[in-house]
């Protein structure tokens, strides 16, 4: 039994955009829609969400703002804000990831906060600078040396990183 109380930010790139028609099934797809049960509340948040009785989840969140208008600096204010706060971060690293991410990893390990990361692995026989065969290998690394913490799980593919989060996440 798990005596601890979990306030958890499930960083990762958004595979869609709101400017596509069709884009809610992709959102009902995503490892934090399918985390909060409910496509409304990954779009349009409330509050923060019980994930289990001791897990709550933080964000992110699609939109944090009543309208879709989104203002560049409230973003990032409310995401550092919510890294803050967290107890736990969970970070899913694929080929594509966006810079606010590899930035949230960042600030999240300076904070010496519990770090996932479940991060693609790429052919052993792909050239990288690093044998974790990652193009992320270098915030992987950092994250480890800024935060002892950082717990690294190699992957077959973007699906299995976050099939195995959300395992992790509902085991908490």
Request: glycine share 6%; hydrophobic share 50%.
């Given at each position: 039994m798990n005596d601890r109380n979990i306030k958890l930010y499930c960083g990762g790139r958004f595979y869609f955009n709101c400017k596509v028609e069709g884009y809610l099934d992709?959102?009902?797809?995503?490892y934090r829609t399918?985390?909060?049960?409910?496509?409304?509340k990954l779009l349009h948040p409330k509050a923060t969400y019980m994930i289990n009785e001791h897990t709550e989840y933080l964000g992110p969140f699609y939109f944090y703002l009543e309208s879709e208008k989104q203002?560049?600096?409230?973003?990032?204010?409310?995401?550092k804000q919510m890294l803050e706060q967290c107890t736990d971060a969970i970070f899913i690293l694929?080929?594509?990831?966006c810079a606010g991410t590899v930035a949230e990893l960042i600030y999240s390990s300076t904070l010496h906060k519990r770090i996932h990361i479940f991060y693609v692995h790429l052919s052993d026989n792909e050239e990288t600078e690093s044998d974790l065969h990652s193009p992320n290998w270098y915030p992987i690394i950092l994250s480890k040396q800024l935060s002892p913490q950082t717990k690294i799980t190699a992957c077959v593919s973007r699906e299995e990183a976050e099939r195995m989060?959300?395992?992790?996440?509902?085991a908490l």
């Open positions: 992709q959102v009902a797809n995503d399918i985390l909060l049960g409910d496509v409304s203002v560049a600096n409230d973003i990032v204010a409310i995401e694929d080929k594509g990831d989060a959300i395992e992790m996440i509902r």
